[in-house]
């Protein structure tokens, strides 16, 4: 079993970062692919970001690419997304998930989710 806790959204202006971070319990999370997700209103979850267990592989969506970037800390079992740059159209409920491998992730397939944080930009 694998609990994740999202934390570091927030409410800014365009052009604005922030770092989001997803604290995992459970010792499964090493072996784990880690990944981001979001969820604006009226709109289908979609893959933002994730990594895999070693770090080593990392994969994006498009539209985030240059400007978003995961990465983790296995010894703090923490998986973090930061966010450059940052978009009116990047406002979203963001939640974390563990995943077989990115491939996986990349598909929406997630093992155990986080209950989300919200990121609000505004122009």
């Known amino acids: 079993q694998v609990q994740l806790v999202e934390s570091g959204g927030g409410s800014v202006r365009t052009g604005a970062s922030l770092r989001l971070s997803c604290a995992a319990s459970g010792r499964t999370f090493t072996y784990s692919a880690m990944g981001w997700f979001r969820q604006a209103p009226g709109k289908e979850r979609e893959f933002v970001a994730a990594?895999?267990?070693?770090?080593?592989?990392?994969y994006y969506q498009d539209s985030v690419k240059g400007r978003f970037t995961i990465d983790r800390d296995n010894a703090k079992t923490t998986v973090y997304l930061q966010m450059n740059s940052l978009k009116p159209e990047d406002t979203a409920v963001y939640y974390c998930?563990?995943?077989?491998?990115?491939?996986?992730?990349?598909?929406?397939?997630?093992?155990?989710w986080g209950q989300g944080t919200q990121v609000t930009v505004s122009s």
């Open positions: 990594i895999s267990w070693s770090g080593g592989s990392t």
């Open positions: 998930a563990t995943g077989k491998s990115g491939y996986f992730l990349k598909r929406g397939e997630g093992d155990y």
